[in-house]
């Protein structure tokens, strides 16, 4: 919300600018209008050193590493379908589903995807509405997108407007998909430092939104810390105009000029100062969330769901740069972190930066009620070093349902897609991946999968660039998940796969 306005808590009219949009890509014969991409569209494009590039080009020749765009996997892993970008050519983001659909965000929009036959995914819709990252969730009739980019104004015409720019816009839209072919935008909330991720908290009657934003950047001054909260909207589901904000709880509360969070350099080099909360993962069925928070992890109550509760507090100023996600396994007694050193644009997945940093850092839940702590275990990172022109480093993934196990898959971006066992917590292991080879051998370009997770049988990763990809898993020690089948799944509202299932 790079704004000091007064927030606006539905769209003005829903009329004119709306219908200006051009909303529904896949109905239109002639192809998509065109979309002002944001910053954070552009490929890195970062000249590496020669000497680097010159490694790189050796470990595709030695067999070290795949050639350019090589698929490569476990035997255990099949890659079934990529299906490429079409009309929305901005970066790819996170994945929803619900029924028979997939929903991919992208920079641009989103797309839905008809997976009744997975290994024949049909595109039913494209709908164009630049504002990064796009990140999305469904629940019943409505789909969430988030916008982190400061814009004209709330409408899907919108334009990006620099920090210069008092008066922008940036926060939660709101769809209605009851006609899955032809989504309709109904409401838009303003939000303080916009919305990079959320999270849905869904209710009979209601859907509470937890809305994570940061930013390390004072020209906004809706970023400024003290910034240690999140913003919490009650959207009725008979009505989601009248979505708005309820409250922003503070989660580190502190009395200096920078709240309560990890202060990060120059007293923690290299750890993020915390301004904010990247990702939130619930578990409803606990009353459990769990924030990763640039510096800081936390694990919180959320019987009252417009006043989130912390119960535990950790850092890691060793190999933690900045806390990404966050993973519960089934029983609530363990947390995966990731750690996104380098933000996602960096080569970290190489002997140069080791296993500890970039990884995913695995802590038991001890204790009961308001006595949880959360004490770590170890580190997670993908066994196999990637190219010094690769992006790569731990990043969104789920769990694989198989009783009695804590299994998940993960995407690394240009590391691809790895599934791996931490039923153990302290010696965590890589049991199947996927991945391709870089992009380029001579430049850091970004690509590679943001979001692989496993739902009704099959993992379904969207990469930044490749597009819409597919996999089947077969082996034994993740079969019994085929027989889960959910109704609908949006990883950071993590479900109770084994509620209704008797194994």
């Known amino acids: ?73 476990s035997a255990n892993i099949e890659h079934l379908v990529n299906i490429p970008k079409d009309a929305l050519k901005g970066t790819n983001s996170d994945l929803a589903f619900q029924g ?40 019943g009739d409505l789909l969430f997108l988030s916008t982190d980019s400061s814009r004209s104004d709330d ?25 899955v072919a032809n989504p309709k935008y109904v409401a838009a909330v303003e939000t303080a430092c916009g919305s990079h991720t959320h999270t849905l908290v869904p209710q ?50 502190g009395d200096g000029p920078d709240g309560g969070g990890n202060p990060g350099g120059p007293t923690n080099p290299g750890v993020s100062k915390t301004t904010g909360c990247h990702d939130i993962t619930v578990l409803p069925g606990k009353d459990l969330a769990a924030g990763a928070c640039m510096g800081d992890g936390i694990l919180f109550d959320i019987r009252n769901p417009e006043q989130p509760r912390v119960i535990d507090r950790v850092q890691d100023n060793v190999n933690f740069a900045f806390w990404h996600s966050a993973t519960f396994n089934q029983k609530a007694d363990k947390v995966v972190f990731t750690d996104e050193l380098g933000g996602g644009g960096a080569a970290t997945c190489n002997a140069a930066v080791g296993p500890h940093r970039g990884a995913d850092g695995i802590y038991d839940i001890k204790g009961k009620g308001d006595r949880r702590k959360l004490v770590f275990r170890s580190y997670f990172k993908i066994p196999r070093h990637q190219a010094d022109t690769e992006n790569c480093v731990a990043h969104n993934g789920s ?32 049991i199947a991946y996927f991945e391709r080879g870089p992009i380029s051998d001579t430049t850091l370009v970004g690509g590679g999968s943001w979001s692989a997770y496993y739902y009704n049988g099959f993992i379904y990763s969207n990469d930044l660039v490749k597009g819409f990809d597919v996999l089947k898993l077969s082996d034994k020690r993740t079969d019994k998940a085929k027989r889960i089948r959910m109704d609908e799944l949006n990883v950071q509202t993590q479900p109770d796969y084994f509620e209704d299932f008797d194994d």
């Not at 494009?45 to 350019?68: F, L, M, W």
């Not at 694989?400 to 010696?427: C, E, H, L, N």
């Open 399 to 430: 769990l694989i349902p198989v009783k009695g196990k804590d299994i998940m898959v993960q995407a690394w971006y240009q590391g691809g897609v790895s599934v791996w066992d931490f039923t153990d917590s302290s010696r965590p292991k890589e």
């Open 1 to 73: 919300m790079r704004t000091t306005s007064t927030p606006r808590a539905r769209i003005r009219g829903l009329g004119a600018a709306t219908a200006a949009a051009g909303l529904l890509i896949g109905l239109l014969a002639a192809g998509p209008a065109a979309a002002t991409p944001d910053p954070g569209d552009a490929p890195l494009g970062n000249k590496v050193t020669a000497e680097r590039a010159a490694d790189a080009r050796a470990a595709i020749a030695s067999g070290e590493i795949p050639g350019v765009d090589e698929i490569v996997h």
């Open 155 to 179: 409408s899907c015409a919108s334009t990006p407007q620099p920090a210069s720019v008092k008066e922008s816009w940036e926060g939660m839209k709101i769809f209605d998909i009851s006609d």
């Open 204 to 253: 009979r009657k209601d859907v509470y939104v937890y809305v994570s934003s940061y930013s390390p950047n004072a020209a906004f001054p809706d970023c400024r810390p003290p910034h240690d909260g999140i913003s919490v909207i009650k959207v009725p589901r008979k009505a989601p105009e009248l979505a708005r904000v309820v409250g922003f709880p503070v989660l580190f509360p």
């Open 100 to 139: 028979k659909y997939a929903f991919a965000g992208n920079y641009d929009g989103f797309r839905i995807f008809d997976i009744s036959d997975p290994a024949h995914p049909k595109t039913v819709t494209q709908v164009l509405c630049p504002g990064s990252q796009n990140d999305v969730s469904v629940s």
